[in-house]
């Protein structure tokens, strides 16, 4: 398949700039993916596709203030994307109006905070802070909410709550796992309630996420590496799940590709390290039975998991759909369920 063949045309008005008043008030849009039939519903009703011996599984991460906003030496601005923090007092990182920054070049920040930059990969930067404090400890000090670049507007003080999942724990995304903004404490527990199991990864979301595809042969794209951690007791759970005939349901891309990478072998296994696994279609699935997920960008390697997992006449016909029917779209936008 072709880059191309994932475009579709959104009106500008149908990107959700902001959240809406309460999380789980979104729409719902239900895909079957072996029938193609589309249904229209709200995310409260969630629970209502769920069985007892399902096992829903969200990602954990947590996302830190990472954009930056300082100062070379010569007044110039500069703009820091965290990409990874590497240590207690160094990340990684994108430099916007850096391009003069050579190796022990500082950059100067609020609250008399500097960083140091050691050296060049590729694309990013490795930048060491200069101050006592760990360095994740700095970030919370001086940063602001990443939010993606769609959105065209600057952080508000809700955007450090609800750009964050209730459930999220560890820290290190620079981007939310945006299906898992619905949830509220009230549908957590009509998921209990029905004995459904809900457990954690980890994928640490990196910049990488937003950057565009520019290969038109998809097999010649290289994906961005992210931290991913899958522990042995998931594996045990999920095991169980499929033995009782319940069904694993991903709460988003990031769950689907982590527990796919570890599954690669066709059994789930535990699973600490990077993965750079690009799913599109032709991939074969191991693991994950159910996708929770929200509407995604043209030509995005978000919205070509989609296509492989629920096939892609379906899913481009209910991106159209979506789109003639008003739903949200992207990080704050509406959900889809395909099952």
């Not at 066709?266 to 990077?274: A, C, L, Q, T, V």
Request: charged letters at 25%; aromatic letters at 10%; glycine letters at 6%.
């Amino acid at each position: 398949m072709k880059l191309s063949d994932f475009d579709y045309t959104l009106p500008p008005e149908q990107i959700a700039r902001f959240p809406l008043a309460e999380r789980s008030a979104s729409r719902l849009l239900c895909l079957n993916r072996k029938t193609g039939e589309i249904s229209h519903q709200h995310f409260a009703d969630l629970p209502d596709f769920l069985n007892a011996n399902d096992l829903l599984i969200g990602n954990d991460t947590r996302v830190i203030p990472a954009r930056l906003r300082g100062q070379k030496k010569t007044g110039g601005h500069v703009e820091i994307l965290i990409e990874r923090i590497l240590n207690h007092d160094s990340v990684l990182a994108h430099v916007r109006g850096g391009g003069s920054i050579k190796p022990a070049s500082q950059i100067f920040f609020k609250e008399n905070i500097s960083f140091e930059m050691i050296k060049r990969h590729d694309e990013l930067f490795e930048l060491r802070c200069l101050n006592a404090r760990p360095v994740s400890e700095i970030i919370d000090l001086i940063g602001e909410m990443p939010l993606p670049p769609y959105l065209q507007r600057l952080p508000d003080e809700s955007d450090k709550e609800r750009y964050q999942t209730i459930f999220s724990k560890q820290k290190g995304s620079v981007a939310a796992p945006t299906a898992g903004l619905h949830f509220d404490e009230n549908i957590l527990q009509k998921i209990r309630d029905k004995a459904i199991t809900f457990e954690t990864i980890t994928l640490h979301v990196g910049s990488g996420t937003f950057l565009p595809v520019r290969a038109e042969n998809l097999t010649e794209h290289k994906m961005h590496a992210e931290y991913l951690e899958v522990s042995d007791q998931v594996c045990a759970i999920i095991r169980e799940t499929h033995k009782k005939k319940g069904r694993v349901v991903a709460v988003g891309t990031t769950v689907c590709r982590s527990l796919e990478t570890a599954s690669r072998k066709g059994e789930i296994e535990p699973f600490y390290g990077d993965t750079d696994i690009f799913i599109y279609p032709g991939f074969q699935f191991h693991c994950v039975d159910i996708l929770l997920t929200n509407f995604h960008l043209p030509r995005s390697t978000l919205l070509m998991l989609v296509a492989a997992f629920a096939g892609y006449d379906n899913v481009m016909q209910a991106y159209r759909e979506a789109v003639a029917s008003g739903y949200r779209f992207f990080s704050y936008g509406d959900a889809m369920l395909v099952y």
